[in-house]
């Protein structure tokens, strides 16, 4: 167990629709990343926040947003959601060691979205 | 863009082999080289990491080896078993503008009792 938690753990949706993912990093870690796999894909970086602030952003879509909470845990925001979207979302979480320092990320057990 | 290459897509080996993953890196302020395993529906998870100021690290029958010059680093899997099999993804991060990790595309790994 990396002491991340994601909710939910399986979301299925139709075409159209939005929703929202929730991320609780491991206690004391203050940055959180976003990812999207695609089946039998690799990770694609989407978004990291970092102590409530957006600190790195990848391929992530117009139509997706997150944001980082005071208590860090963090929301990703999917909306008019398309057939592509179905994927597993992960999160991960990281310390802040010092500016320059390693970037150890441990990952969530992931939520598996379907868009129908 | 930045990217990070990863070969075999798919290795299979016998119980006892060694398995041999490579992964090569585009941005060279990189400085910092995880490894992850994913088992079929968990997130991945930490294995073996390196940094720039090494060039081996290893762990039990896990070792990883890094060369700076050639942008390319290494995953050794010795003695390899049944619950090796699992998805291994390299990764390489730039502590410089937000600690963007990029992951290679994955090799899945079977290895046969």
């Known amino acids: 167990d990396s002491g991340v938690t994601q909710t939910p753990k399986h979301l299925i949706t139709a075409t159209g629709q939005r929703v929202t993912l929730r991320c609780s990093p491991r206690?004391?870690?203050?940055?959180v990343y976003w990812y999207q796999q695609s089946l039998d894909q690799g990770l694609q970086f989407l978004i990291q926040?970092?102590?409530?602030?957006?600190?790195a952003k990848g391929n992530i879509l117009e139509r997706f947003s997150a944001q980082q909470f005071p208590d860090l845990h963090s929301e990703l925001n999917l909306s008019s959601l398309e057939l592509g979207d179905s994927a597993l979302y992960f999160c991960?979480?990281?310390?802040?060691?010092?500016?320059?320092?390693?970037?150890?990320?441990?990952f969530g057990p992931g939520t598996r979205l379907t868009v129908l | 863009g930045e990217n990070v290459e990863q070969h075999p897509s798919t290795l299979s080996v016998q119980e006892g082999d060694s398995a041999v993953i490579k992964c090569t890196y585009s941005?060279?302020?990189?400085?910092?080289f995880p490894w992850y395993k994913q088992e079929l529906g968990k997130g991945p998870q930490l294995i073996i990491d390196?940094?720039?100021?090494?060039g081996e690290k290893k762990d039990q029958r896990i070792a990883v080896t890094l060369n700076k010059t050639a942008k390319h680093f290494s995953l050794h899997i010795t003695e390899t078993q049944p619950e090796d099999s699992a998805v291994y993804f390299c990764?390489?991060?730039?502590?410089?503008?937000?600690?963007?990790?990029?992951f290679g595309a994955g090799t899945r790994l079977f290895v046969k009792a």
């Open positions: 926040y970092y102590n409530g602030e957006e600190r």
């Open positions: 990764a390489a991060s730039n502590p410089a503008g937000g600690f963007k990790t990029i």
């Open positions: 941005d060279s302020a990189s400085n910092y």
């Open positions: 390196i940094r720039s100021n090494v």
């Open positions: 206690s004391g870690d203050l940055s």
């Open positions: 991960a979480s990281s310390a802040y060691r010092g500016a320059g320092a390693y970037n150890e990320q441990f």
